[in-house]
């Protein structure tokens, strides 16, 4: 039933001082990054599009949103509780007008960071349930115990959290709100395991996935976004 049950039966959890979890400046612009791949946000969505590009002093990945909604992602094994803090950059060059995860016609952003994790499928009610069946129904896939969901928005203040109108187990947070500041970089970090813990009231178990989202399918707006490396530390 959960996507993360198979990989934390595969991969080991990552040591070091430093997880790079996302190592885009590494790649050749025009080329797949190894180990990334689409997930399918909606069976009828149209989706999203993701590439490594030259960026300023290197190479990042670009995301473009048409109307379209899907995501990129990696498979990876992180403790949260060793590791914390996650760290990333960003630039928003292109956005609808506007964007809130507090409106359902309006939930969309240029910029999501995204991150999975495993988690006790005993705890989850009859309503979260059906909520991950009905995804691999409609899609084939397979969904994580529970998403945080780390977003740019033009109208919502920083601090914002909502949940996601089919399941409480995907929380967004707003980390930014960057309507003045269309086209520079910037450097964002957050406490993963707080953030867990404040948005879903329990203990986090296995990151098991990290990845991206640039998306217009409530809006029918276009976005573009670029993201630079991400990487996860000791507190």
Do not use: C
């Amino acid at each position: 039933l959960l996507a993360s049950t198979s990989i934390v039966a595969e991969l080991e959890r990552e040591s070091g001082a430093v997880v790079e979890a996302a190592r885009f400046s590494e790649g050749r612009a025009g080329e797949v990054q190894p180990g990334w791949g689409r997930f399918v946000v909606s069976p009828f969505a149209t989706k999203s599009a993701y590439a490594l590009v030259e960026s300023g002093p290197g190479v990042v990945l670009e995301g473009r949103a048409d109307g379209s909604a899907s995501g990129f992602y990696r498979r990876i094994r992180i403790d949260p509780a060793r590791h914390p803090l996650i760290e990333w950059r960003w630039r928003v060059l292109q956005t609808p007008a506007e964007v809130d995860p507090r409106v359902p016609a309006r939930n969309d952003s240029p910029a999501r960071v995204i991150i999975a994790f495993h988690g006790d499928l005993k705890r989850l009610d009859l309503g979260e349930k059906f909520a991950l069946r009905l995804y691999n129904a409609l899609t084939g896939e397979k969904m994580p115990y529970a998403i945080i969901m780390y977003s740019w928005s033009s109208s919502a203040p920083v601090g914002t959290v909502i949940a996601n109108d089919q399941t409480g187990k995907i929380q967004t947070i707003v980390v930014e709100n960057g309507g003045g500041r269309i086209g520079e970089w910037r450097e964002l970090r957050r406490n993963v395991l707080e953030d867990y813990r404040m948005a879903f009231g329990e203990e986090p178990w296995d990151i098991v996935a990290v990845g991206v989202m640039t998306d217009t399918d409530n809006t029918r707006e276009k976005a573009r976004e670029q993201y630079g490396d991400i990487s996860f530390r000791l507190q």
